[in-house]
T-cell receptor, first 111, second 116 residues
Framework: KQEVTQIPAALSVPEGENLVLNCSFT??????LQWFRQDPGKGLTSLLL?????REQTSGRLNASLDKSSGRSTLYIAASQPGDSATYLC??????????FGSGTRLLVRP | KAGVTQTPRYLIKTRGQQVTLSCSPI?????VSWYQQTPGQGLQFLFE???????NKGNFPGRFSGRQFSNSRSEMNVSTLELGDSALYLC???????????????FGPGTRLTVL
């Protein structure tokens, strides 16, 4: 059974700092991995999708990597801003078209 | 291009009642998935529909059901509501590509259900 773990559960950093969020999973048989952002009481916003055959994806200040052999993905946020404060979720899509989510990392970027 | 819309945004029901939630996917998307989000269990998969067929179902009791219409809009129904059904219900739409892993899931804002 696929299990997804995100560490740390919460993170507080000063504005401008570069940071890394971690996601680990137990089964490498995945279709893709997505990183989402969720603001309090809101839906999920897709940030990056990495296909199973890819190693990384970049969008603006965000870079996500995928290492299936070690069961790990990281989300790198460069030059963090207060507007980046949110909960970040990683999710794996398995062969049955469902997303399996981690419990999220709650990020606070202090001005 | 309009995003995923969900109605209603908020619902308050009492135990024993039933409720129907609606999801309109992004135009052209044929797959709709439903998820339940609670503080204790996080995000859990309910079911996924593609071209009016349920392709997959999560580990929820039979009180949770859904359907998809020919225009790809989807509804989920919860009967005999329990206090533990209080949650944010999110739907996601995608193209529903069956090959490869390119299918990005786009989520709606959710329906907040409170059961009293």
């Amino acid at each position: 059974k696929q299990e997804v773990t995100q560490i740390p559960a919460a993170l507080s950093v000063p504005e401008g700092e570069n940071l890394v969020l971690n996601c680990s999973f137990t089964d490498s048989a995945i279709y893709n991995l997505q990183w989402f952002r969720q603001d309090p009481g809101k839906g999920l916003t897709s940030l990056l999708l990495i296909q199973s055959s890819q190693r990384e994806q970049t969008s603006g200040r965000l870079n996500a990597s995928l290492d299936k052999s070690s069961g790990r993905s990281t989300l790198y946020i460069a030059a963090s801003q207060p507007g980046d404060s949110a909960t970040y979720l990683c999710a794996l899509m398995d062969s049955s078209y469902k997303l399996i989510f981690g419990s999220g990392t709650r990020l606070l970027v202090r001005p | 291009k309009a995003g995923v819309t969900q109605t209603p945004r908020y619902l308050i029901k009492t135990r024993g009642q039933q409720v129907t939630l609606s999801c309109s996917p992004i135009s052209g998307h044929r797959s709709v998935s439903w998820y339940q989000q609670t503080p204790g269990q996080g995000l859990q998969f309910l079911f996924e529909y593609f071209s009016e067929t349920q392709r997959n179902k999560g580990n929820f009791p039979g009180r949770f059901s859904g359907r998809q219409f020919s225009n790809s809009r989807s509804e989920m129904n919860v009967s005999t509501l329990e206090l533990g059904d209080s949650a944010l219900y999110l739907c996601a739409s995608s193209l529903g590509a069956t090959a490869g892993g390119t299918d990005t899931q786009y989520f709606g804002p959710g329906t907040r259900l409170t059961v009293l």
